[in-house]
């Protein structure tokens, strides 16, 4: 690809930059820094006449989504409710490219993973602030006891952020330093275990669960010249994982909240007492009643509220509405159905897949971390938020993006077309 006569660099690596910095204002925050991100994106295309990202098989793959998305309109029971999130999602397509386009040049890589990585330790820093001291560095402080909020305030899923931006920035830290002493290597694995026990102290039930998967089978499939020694980082992660089990209370509680059901056989009553399982509960009979298309995205908040869907066999089931199902395939199944679901799963699914046989190649940290990211999101069982939710979709789409670049990095189909 020849160089670009027009490229606003400056202003488009600050917004790349500046973007976990939005996710910790606000969700508003975030849109504006992806929408500006997109727009100098779509400028420079223009001014440089350069569309070949659009030819790319990655934009036609997630091309399918958008489609799908556009036909769930025609069946979807409240068209207001689903225009907006169905229409823009081509947004996010743009937003891969962006992202893809701005990590091309390596300086820019490096600026971005090293300023995440700051940014990241400085939020391990609140979460141990907070956790001891009751209120994070600016006061902010949860409302519910062994719940960590950090940046975030009232907002409860700040171990989501860590996940999202911790391990891609250490895995960045580990490739550059992979040559260098050993005291490098050290630092990489104090960070490491920063980030883990962050997560874990953040009391969020879900997200602890879907670190410590991560971390398994990152050591099992990291490149082996770069994490060595992986059953001793095995045994210090268990051990600092049954040291903040043992000596915090309130982190003993959650997890005995997840251990409990399992060793006394007793998860399907739990389930069924529990609000997540009345979410279930209606989800299911909605996906039953809207089997091919769905109720339509964002609709499940209005179908749920209905009396049909009443059953009381689940103790709350007055309160099985939320804005969502908060699992994800119960959140496709409900409100795309099955054609829809297979579309969106089975694009993602094919790209996991793809990005995993380059891995085995190339075996390049942040390309792992990436895919492990985007693969975790679509754990079966473990509850979460919504897919399509601006927060979370911006820690997703990034991680996505990354994982494309390392498909793509290497190849003609990249420099000649993008």
Partial sequence: MKESNFYL??????????LPISLLISSGAAEIVGILITIIFLITSFYNNNFGWLKNKYCWMLGLIWFSLLLNLLFTQNFNLSSVRNIFFFKNIILVFSLIFIFKKEKNLHLAFSLYLVIISIVCFDIFFEYINGKNILGY?????????????KE?????????????????????TKKKSIYFLITGYFIFFIIITSIVLSGEKANILRCLIFVILFIIL??????????IIISISALLLLSVYFFSAAIKIKINTILNPIIKKEFIKTFINSQHGA??????KIFKKYPYFGVGNKNFREECSKKEYNNSVFSKTEQRCSTHPHQIYLELLSEHGAIGSMTILGVIFYIIYLSFKIYLKN??????SSILFVAIIFLPLIPGGSFFT?????????????????NIKNTTEYFKKI
């Fill in 156 to 176: 409860l899923k700040i171990a989501h952020f860590v996940l999202g931006f911790g391990f891609i920035s250490i895995s960045y830290y580990f490739e550059k």
């Fill in 141 to 153: 402080s949860s409302d519910y006891e062994g719940r960590i909020a950090s940046f975030l305030g």
């Fill in 9 to 18: 660099n400056k202003p488009y690596i600050f917004l790349v930059i500046l």
């Fill in 363 to 368: 075996k390049n940290l942040i390309h792992l």
């Fill in 222 to 231: 990291s490149n082996k010249k770069i994490i060595k020694f992986k059953k």
């Fill in 390 to 406: 601006t927060w979370a979709a911006y820690i997703f789409w990034l991680n996505f993006s990354i994982m494309i670049f390392f």
């Fill in 279 to 284: 979410h279930a509960d209606v989800a299911i």
